[in-house]
């Protein structure tokens, strides 16, 4: 089965860059690769999504292995309200999504 | 734009009860999907709802189930409650039935069955 692994925890700087690793070694060739992250008591918030290529928006950007194996997740300049539990979530072509069990990010100021 | 929303935002039960949860979702959106996210844990896919039929549904039992209506909004009935159905319970929305959509989410119902 399908699934993604994400190191329980990691600690970061402020206004320093934060890269999220993914490992996900069983991902088809069909999957999109999403970020999620979560606030306590607030629902998921999208982050990115890709599939083969690299992809930026205003919030991170995402690097994927060429063998698509495993992903980074890459925030630019960390602040302290992007502590948040990570989710790097497989995405299957009957809509499931098979999800990691998440890394907290803790920034430091 | 109002984003999604559920209600209610708690609900408390007692074991052999039914739980119903609705949503509504983001203008627009066609694809309702609901998850379960049981405490400390990752979220489990329960149901995807677009165009008002149910196109998909996770590993749960017949209990639970729903129905999204014209207007696209959804519910999600849970029948003859356990205690172990005790979770945060989140409905998303995407634009567009394509699996490369991205899913916006709700704040989520937070279940309590006693």
């Known amino acids: 089965d399908a699934k993604t692994t994400q190191p329980n925890s990691m600690e970061s700087n402020e206004e320093e860059p934060v890269h999220l690793p993914c490992n996900h070694s069983?991902?088809?060739?069909?999957?999109?690769i999403h970020w999620y992250r979560q606030l306590p008591s607030q629902g998921p918030e999208y982050v990115i999504h890709g599939l083969t290529s690299n992809v930026n928006n205003r919030m991170a950007s995402l690097a994927i292995a060429e063998d698509r194996k495993s992903s980074t997740l890459i925030l630019h300049r960390a602040t302290l309200r992007d502590a948040a539990v990570y989710y790097c979530i497989l995405r299957k072509p009957n809509y499931q999504l098979i999800w990691g069990a998440g890394t907290k990010l803790i920034i430091k100021p | 734009e109002a984003g999604v929303t559920q209600s209610p935002t708690h609900l408390i039960k007692t074991r052999g009860q039914q739980a119903t949860l609705r949503c509504s979702p983001i203008?627009?959106?066609?694809?309702v999907y609901w998850y379960q996210q049981a405490l400390g844990l990752g979220l489990q896919f329960l149901l995807w709802?677009?165009?008002?039929?149910?196109?998909n549904r996770g590993n749960f039992p017949p209990r639970f189930s729903g129905r999204q209506f014209p207007n696209y909004s959804s519910e999600l009935n849970v029948n003859a409650l356990e205690l172990e159905d005790s979770a945060l319970y989140l409905c998303?929305?995407?634009?567009?039935?394509?699996?490369?959509?991205?899913?916006?989410f709700g704040p989520g119902t937070r279940l309590l069955v006693l």
């Open positions: 069983t991902i088809s060739g069909t999957d999109y």
């Open positions: 998303a929305s995407s634009p567009r039935a394509g699996y490369g959509e991205t899913q916006y």
């Open positions: 709802y677009d165009e008002g039929e149910e196109r």
């Open positions: 203008s627009g959106h066609t694809s």
